[in-house]
């Protein structure tokens, strides 16, 4: 974690426009309309932290946001964002049916993993052209363990069951860096925190078949909290933009 944040301390540092420079950043971004609305995609790894981090090891996943842009400048808006977060992952060979001879042999993968999904406040701060942003959000998320054909991270819901789940409220707050690569495209670079309280939830072989045909869940408890990092693209979507005038 102290890593992660040194390195947007310095991405903060660079990003900070020359004394020379920064009239004309300021005139520049007068003359540049902000595009109310804004979709990002990310990579996304989390890093347990507490009680959670005894039980299960580092996760990864994919995490999206919708951005809806409130001042002409960019300067607040109201974020959606989304994700999936697999923190378990075993895969075995069984046989599809019931025959006494294994026609076809498939891979039954079982996944642990964080779904969610929450909305509140951004921020931001123009730096140059690089701006710094920081959100609060709150919404649901739901621990589940999901078994199905195939499939990586997630099995292929096309064939997949949930063994188990917990829902309960989350709330997140995260910082982070997006660096103009295109007119309407940024890299977006960041970390959060994640709490989700106290949970249920299944570990990396808490799932068993027994003898007699039924399911052996080892359900854990813990309060359940990590770090977020992400690394993705944000762009504008859509052909409105706010009206541009000079940027107080």
Request: aromatic fraction near 6%.
């Given at each position: 974690?102290?890593?992660?944040?040194?390195?947007?301390?310095?991405?903060?540092?660079?990003?900070q426009?020359?004394?020379?420079?920064?009239a004309?950043?300021?005139?520049?971004s007068?003359?540049?309309?902000?595009?109310?609305?804004?979709?990002?995609?990310?990579?996304?790894?989390?890093?347990?932290?507490?009680?959670?981090k005894?039980?299960?090891?580092?996760?990864?996943?994919?995490?999206?946001?919708?951005?809806?842009?409130?001042?002409?400048?960019?300067?607040a808006s109201?974020?959606?964002?989304?994700?999936?977060?697999?923190?378990?992952?075993e895969s075995?060979?069984?046989?599809?049916?019931?025959?006494?001879?294994?026609?076809?042999?498939?891979n039954m993968?079982?996944?642990?993993?964080i779904?969610?999904?929450?909305?509140?406040?951004?921020?931001?701060?123009?730096?140059?052209?690089?701006?710094?942003?920081?959100?609060?959000?709150?919404?649901?998320?739901r621990?589940?363990?999901l078994?199905?054909?195939?499939?990586?991270?997630?099995?292929?819901?096309?064939?997949?069951?949930?063994?188990?789940?917990?829902?309960?409220?989350?709330?997140s707050?995260?910082?982070?860096?997006?660096?103009?690569?295109?007119r309407?495209?940024?890299?977006?670079?960041?970390?959060?925190?994640?709490g989700?309280?106290?949970?249920?939830?299944?570990?990396?072989?808490?799932?068993?078949?027994?003898?007699?045909g039924?399911?052996?869940?080892d359900?854990?408890?813990?309060?359940?909290?990590?770090?977020?990092?992400?690394?993705?693209?944000?762009?504008?979507?859509?052909?409105?933009?706010?009206?541009?005038?000079?940027?107080?």
């Amino acid at each position: 974690m102290r890593h992660a944040l040194a390195a947007l301390v310095g991405l903060l540092f660079l990003a900070q426009p020359a004394p020379a420079q920064s009239a004309s950043s300021a005139a520049d971004s007068s003359a540049v309309n902000v595009p109310r609305w804004h979709l990002g995609l990310a990579a996304g790894v989390g890093q347990p932290v507490g009680d959670f981090k005894r039980n299960v090891s580092n996760a990864a996943g994919v995490q999206g946001h919708v951005l809806l842009r409130l001042d002409r400048y960019g300067l607040a808006s109201l974020r959606l964002q989304g994700g999936w977060l697999n923190y378990g992952h075993e895969s075995q060979r069984t046989c599809l049916g019931t025959a006494p001879h294994c026609r076809v042999a498939v891979n039954m993968t079982t996944t642990n993993g964080i779904l969610s999904l929450a909305v509140g406040p951004q921020i931001a701060v123009p730096l140059g052209r690089v701006r710094a942003y920081g959100f609060g959000i709150v919404g649901i998320s739901r621990f589940a363990t999901l078994s199905g054909i195939s499939g990586g991270i997630m099995p292929d819901v096309v064939a997949a069951d949930e063994n188990f789940g917990d829902s309960d409220l989350v709330w997140s707050g995260g910082l982070g860096l997006q660096i103009p690569v295109h007119r309407r495209s940024s890299l977006d670079i960041g970390v959060g925190y994640e709490g989700h309280g106290r949970r249920d939830y299944l570990i990396k072989g808490g799932l068993t078949d027994q003898p007699d045909g039924s399911l052996g869940l080892d359900i854990r408890r813990s309060r359940a909290a990590l770090f977020a990092f992400r690394f993705g693209v944000t762009t504008a979507i859509g052909r409105g933009a706010l009206p541009a005038t000079r940027a107080p």
